[in-house]
């Protein structure tokens, strides 16, 4: 059974951290590419960054850029997402999701596998 279980998600200070986890079982997970999603109430589901299946290559939105880091365990199937500086307009619920061709991409679509995501809220 495939699975992508989210964890790490909370209530933060503004200006605080969390590190989101994403454990994935059930599949091959060192061919995949991982992205982690976030969608804030109201919007639209929107790439946050992402991680080619080789961990050479990642991508990061604008809005993101210098506070995010994404990183991979093989060993452990686990994906992170180091979240620093957190502000308010962080808040959303965070997915992440795997992809099957191994580099990566910013659309929904092409993504094979999604958690059931993870509540972010950042106080002002």
């Known amino acids: 059974q495939v699975q992508l279980v989210e964890s790490g998600g909370g209530l933060v200070q503004s200006g605080g951290s969390l590190r989101l986890s994403c454990t994935a079982s059930?599949?091959?997970?060192?061919?995949?590419?991982i992205a982690w999603f976030r969608q804030a109430p109201g919007q639209e589901r929107e790439a946050v960054s992402c991680?080619?299946?080789?961990?050479?290559?990642?991508y990061y939105a604008d809005s993101v850029k210098g506070r995010f880091t994404i990183s991979r365990d093989g060993a452990e199937n686990t994906a992170y997402l180091q979240m620093n500086s957190l502000k308010p307009e962080d808040t959303a619920v965070y997915y992440c999701a795997a992809e099957a061709s191994g580099g990566f991409s910013e659309t929904e679509s092409d993504y094979d596998y999604w958690g059931q995501g993870t509540q972010v809220t950042v106080s002002s």
């Open positions: 991680v080619s299946n080789s961990d050479t290559s990642t």
């Open positions: 059930g599949f091959s997970y060192g061919y995949y590419a």
